[in-house]
């Protein structure tokens, strides 16, 4: 398993979990963004910085990707298409997505959109937090222990 980073807007203390995790149990993370980031050295911790554009990221990490890898975004079509090709995909606010999960949460995605562009106010999700955080860190552990136990 190796699990990829859409990291353009994953919140630094999700990174700072996945650091610690790559080292602890041996998995190698890569971040792929459109601009530089900073990463620690760690062999197990690399960076693909692809070019600008709509889905330029997803579209890499989807080239890159292999059944049972993890993905971190909070992109639902991304999400819908790991799961399509086999892979995990978990938000940075530790929901997972799933086969029985995903197609829902495309439909409202798509509802929010529509409303959107007829001029309704949806407002965005809420400040990122440390509840968000500990639900990130636990669910990664979950999906990192059943790793190790296969």
Not at 9 to 21: H, Q, T, W
Not at 47 to 64: F, M, N, P, S
Request: charged share 25%; with cysteine.
């Amino acid at each position: 398993m190796q699990i990829w980073v859409d990291a353009d807007a994953c919140p630094s203390a999700v990174r700072e979990i996945l650091y610690r995790a790559a080292e602890r149990v041996g998995v190698r993370v890569t971040l792929v963004a459109n601009a530089p980031l900073s990463r620690p050295p760690s062999p197990l911790v690399r960076t693909l910085q692809v070019g600008a554009g709509y889905d330029v990221a997803d579209q890499a990490i989807l080239e890159r990707l292999s059944p049972g890898d993890l993905v971190i975004t909070a992109d639902i079509p991304l999400a819908a298409e790991v799961i399509d090709r086999g892979g995990l995909a978990l938000n940075p606010r530790g929901e997972r997505y799933t086969k029985d999960n995903i197609r829902e949460r495309l439909t409202m995605r798509d509802f929010m959109d529509t409303l959107r562009g007829s001029g309704i106010q949806t407002g965005g999700p809420p400040a990122f937090g440390p509840r968000d955080r500990q639900a990130f860190a636990n669910a990664l552990d979950g999906i990192l222990a059943r790793r190790g136990s296969r």
